[in-house]
């Protein structure tokens, strides 16, 4: 009996050593904001009038598209992650897994969202998530190793997921959607300069080349985060100005973008990790906060 313990035991902990490494190939929590920026676009579109079943095919395609991306990024840059204090232990460069079940499990993920999105929603929506899906994995992935204009790249299929949103439930694409992208576009440069700030040794070790100044860790780079933020909340009062939503999220919203500011001066003043740490975990409320502030002001 112990024998067949110990054996159902070793299962089981081989399906959850498993499990856990497609929850990192797939980047799970990445992917959850992802798709959560997505649901606020197609609840926004919906207006009320949405089926569970449509809701859990949504959320469905969305996660498998962008749990695609990331594994195929994370298949071009399986040499470079070795390099890395923070991705050496990720299934790829450590080898628990090879190059072709991770290629094979981002196909079988990326063509099963991409059709959900085909086949129940419509096709300008399998469109936009095929362009995010591509666009992020086979041009801003390799870009990263040779210009920081691969942030500019980057930001452009991380914005579509609230898009692809308003553009499943309402079938175009939609001045709502168009400033829910705008928000989420210019959020980006902060989040991704902040996240390179505070990772910038082993970016380096890497190759990588995120930061806006050659030189790394400097006032032009810290400033550039100002600027981006400065633009950011002018546009996040977009939806209130257009009457999508009310005075309270607006309100809401302009906090949110002035504790942000607050924020990237700091680090412009100081120039130093933590700051950026700060600001960077200010980049992770930000943009779910101010989601959910514009669509329950809607409700």
């Known amino acids: 009996m112990s024998e067949v313990r110990t054996e159902k035991l070793s299962v089981s902990a081989l399906i959850l050593s498993k499990m856990k490494d497609y929850g990192q190939l797939a980047k799970f929590r990445l992917s959850s904001l992802v798709v959560f920026s997505s649901l606020i676009g197609y609840l926004f579109a919906a207006n009320g009038g949405w089926e569970w079943s449509q809701l859990i095919l949504f959320l469905t395609?969305?996660?498998?598209?962008?749990?695609?991306?990331?594994?195929?990024?994370?298949?071009?840059?399986?040499?470079?992650?070795?390099?890395?204090?923070?991705?050496?232990?990720?299934?790829?460069?450590d080898e628990r897994m090879s190059v072709m079940e991770a290629l094979l499990t981002?196909?079988?993920?990326?063509?099963?969202?991409?059709?959900?999105?085909?086949?129940?929603?419509?096709?300008?929506?399998a469109i936009l998530s095929a362009l995010a899906l591509l666009t992020y994995a086979f041009i801003y992935t390799p870009l990263k190793r040779f210009s920081p204009i691969a942030v500019?790249?980057?930001?452009?299929?991380?914005?579509?997921?609230?898009?692809?949103?308003?553009?499943?439930?309402?079938?175009?694409?939609?001045?709502?959607?168009?400033?829910?992208?705008?928000?989420?576009?210019?959020?980006?440069?902060?989040?991704?300069?902040?996240?390179?700030?505070?990772?910038?040794?082993?970016?380096?070790?890497?190759?990588?080349?995120?930061?806006?100044?050659?030189?790394?860790?400097?006032?032009?780079?810290?400033?550039?985060?100002?600027?981006?933020?400065?633009?950011?909340?002018?546009?996040?009062?977009?939806?209130?100005?257009?009457?999508?939503?009310g005075v309270v999220s607006a309100v809401v919203v302009l906090l949110c973008g002035l504790v942000f500011l607050f924020q990237a001066l700091n680090l412009f003043r100081e120039c130093t990790v933590p700051a950026a740490r700060k600001l960077m975990f200010g980049s992770f409320f930000y943009l779910p906060v101010v989601l959910l502030a514009l669509y329950l002001d809607r409700i």
């Open 61 to 93: 395609g969305g996660f498998l598209v962008t749990a695609s991306s990331n594994a195929l990024n994370q298949v071009i840059e399986k040499e470079f992650d070795r390099l890395m204090n923070r991705t050496m232990k990720r299934p790829l460069p």
């Open 106 to 125: 981002a196909g079988v993920f990326g063509v099963g969202g991409i059709t959900i999105f085909l086949v129940y929603f419509n096709q300008l929506s």
């Open 152 to 245: 500019f790249v980057g930001a452009l299929p991380g914005a579509l997921p609230p898009l692809i949103g308003i553009v499943s439930a309402a079938g175009s694409i939609t001045t709502l959607g168009l400033s829910l992208f705008a928000i989420q576009f210019l959020w980006q440069f902060p989040h991704f300069w902040a996240v390179a700030w505070v990772a910038y040794d082993d970016y380096v070790r890497a190759g990588y080349h995120l930061l806006p100044s050659r030189s790394g860790r400097t006032k032009f780079s810290a400033l550039q985060t100002v600027f981006y933020i400065i633009a950011l909340i002018p546009v996040s009062l977009v939806p209130a100005w257009f009457g999508f939503t």
